[in-house]
T-cell receptor, first 111, second 118 residues
Framework: GEDVEQSLFLSVREGDSSVINCTYT??????LYWYKQEPGAGLQLLTY?????DMKQDQRLTVLLNKKDKHLSLRIADTQTGDSAIYFC???????????FGKGTRLHILP | DAGITQSPRHKVTETGTPVTLRCHQT?????MYWYRQDPGHGLRLIHY???????DKGEVSDGYSVSRSKTEDFLLTLESATSSQTSVYFC?????????????????FGEGSRLTVL
């Protein structure tokens, strides 16, 4: 079945760039997503990329997609304390309506 | 914010008792999902619905059933709760992507229901 993998923790100094990586197994993925979860809250969509794109930029966020290697990354420029959260990678396959999430990467901001 | 309401928000129950969680939406979205979130496991799909009376299993459907008798409500039932079902349950809704169209399949999440099974 489909699987989405990402590292569980990342520590970054305030002002530096954060890069969160994700790999997925479903070669028929159509959309890939990054969601953010703040403490005690549900998830909110940060950004997404369609599978025929290789890069998308949205203000401080840059998403890179390497479809050949099934690798997705999220870069947050000039990381701020408000970026401290859990970031989830997710994918939607072509064959069905399931959206499968990774385990989430907890981003910790160092002063 | 998308109009999604989960109830109850918190529940403590005993092993072997039935439990029903309700997700109610006011957005008229076609797709509804139930996920559970556990430390070390992230978010795992339990069941989802792609229309009234149309449901399908997710990654961890054993021990759970769902029903969708009308567009706005999606019920998750634990027929006989076990301690392994202690978790935070999230409902999500979506209109779903249609390849290249404006709709990106973005999920809108409820605030979660914390269930403790003793």
């Amino acid at each position: 079945g489909e699987d989405v993998e990402q590292s569980l923790f990342l520590s970054v100094r305030e002002g530096d760039s954060s890069v969160i990586n994700c790999t997925y197994t479903d070669s028929s993925s159509t959309y890939l997503y990054w969601y953010k979860q703040e403490p005690g809250a549900g998830l909110q969509l940060l950004t997404y990329i369609f599978s025929n794109m290789d890069m998308k930029q949205d203000q401080r966020l840059t998403v890179l997609l390497n479809k050949k290697d099934k690798h997705l990354s999220l870069r947050i420029a000039d990381t701020q304390t408000g970026d401290s959260a859990i970031y989830f990678c997710a994918e939607k396959g072509y064959r069905d309506d399931k959206i499968i999430f990774g385990k989430g990467t907890r981003l910790h901001i160092l002063p | 914010d998308a109009g999604i309401t989960q109830s109850p928000r918190h529940k403590v129950t005993e092993t072997g008792t039935p439990v029903t969680l309700r997700c109610h939406q006011t957005e008229n979205h076609r797709y509804m999902y139930w996920y559970r979130q556990d430390p070390g496991h992230g978010l795992r799909l339990i069941h989802y619905s792609y229309g009234v009376k149309d449901t399908d299993k997710g990654e961890v459907s054993d021990g759970y059933s769902v029903s969708r008798s009308k567009t706005e409500d999606f019920l998750l039932t634990l027929e006989s709760a076990t301690s392994s079902q202690t978790s935070v349950y999230f409902c999500a809704i979506s209109e779903m992507a249609s390849g290249g169209a404006a709709n990106t399949g973005e999920l809108f999440f409820g605030e979660g229901s914390r269930l403790t099974v003793l």
